[in-house]
């Protein structure tokens, strides 16, 4: 069975930073597109970012120049950086890996920002 775990979510004050990490298991890593979603509460899921099989990304514009997002195709993990982060990040963080009509979840990672 394939698995996501995302792990690194917690408590930040705003402007401080957060890395999340999706680690796979049980596919070829290599050639999925990785994403990473978020969902606050009484919201529907976004997008956040992705990275493609061949490393090239994509960013809502509410992250851009603050996010990073990355892969470790050896680890089979993918990495979320997160700087100057806000209040409005709040969410549940989810990690996705889509390959075809493959399209696998993990079970998410809590990002609270608060003073």
């Known amino acids: 069975q394939v698995q996501l775990v995302e792990s690194g979510g917690g408590l930040v004050q705003p402007g401080g930073s957060l890395r999340l990490s999706c680690a796979a298991s049980r596919i070829i890593f290599s050639f999925y597109a990785m994403g990473w979603y978020r969902q606050a509460p009484a919201k529907q899921r976004e997008l956040v970012a992705t990275?493609?099989?061949?490393?090239?990304?994509n960013y809502a514009d509410s992250v851009k120049g603050r996010f990073g997002i990355s892969r470790d195709n050896a680890k089979y993990t993918v990495y979320l950086q997160m700087n100057s982060l806000k209040p409005e990040d709040t969410a549940v963080y989810y990690c996705?890996?889509?390959?075809?009509?493959?399209?696998?979840w993990g079970q998410g990672t809590q990002v609270t920002v608060s003073s």
């Open positions: 996705n890996a889509r390959h075809g009509y493959n399209d696998y």
């Open positions: 990275i493609t099989s061949g490393g090239s990304t």
